[in-house]
Nanobody, 121 residues
């Protein structure tokens, strides 16, 4: 069974930074497109950043220029560097992936526990 463990969240003031980590089990990671998702209170879970096995990246407009997704295939880990954080970034952040592409959030059978990011003054 694939395991995903997110970490690195916390409480920061607006304008602050955090770096999230997602550790994935096994060698499956290196073949997967990986993404970071978030779910804010009262909102659906949304994809915010994605990275292919070759390192190509994409971002939702609301985080473009502020967030950077990266991966270390040797460590089976994907990262999300979050800068210039805003209160609206407050959410539980999750990672997930697919062998060929990312799936609609409702189509995933498994999610890790996520990591809480709170941006507040």
């Amino acid at each position: 069974q694939v395991l995903l463990v997110e970490s690195g969240g916390g409480v920061v003031q607006p304008g602050g930074s955090l770096r999230l980590s997602c550790a994935a089990s096994g060698s499956i990671f290196s073949n997967y497109v990986m993404g970071w998702y978030r779910q804010a209170p009262g909102k659906q879970r949304e994809l915010v950043a994605a990275i292919t096995s070759g390192g190509s990246t994409n971002y939702v407009d609301s985080v473009k220029g502020r967030f950077t997704i990266s991966r270390d295939n040797a460590k089976n880990t994907v990262y999300l560097q979050m800068n210039s954080l805003k209160p609206e970034d407050t959410a539980v952040y999750y990672c997930n992936g697919g062998k060929y592409r990312l799936w609609p959030t409702e189509d995933y059978d498994y999610w890790g526990q996520g990591t809480q990011v709170t941006v507040s003054s």
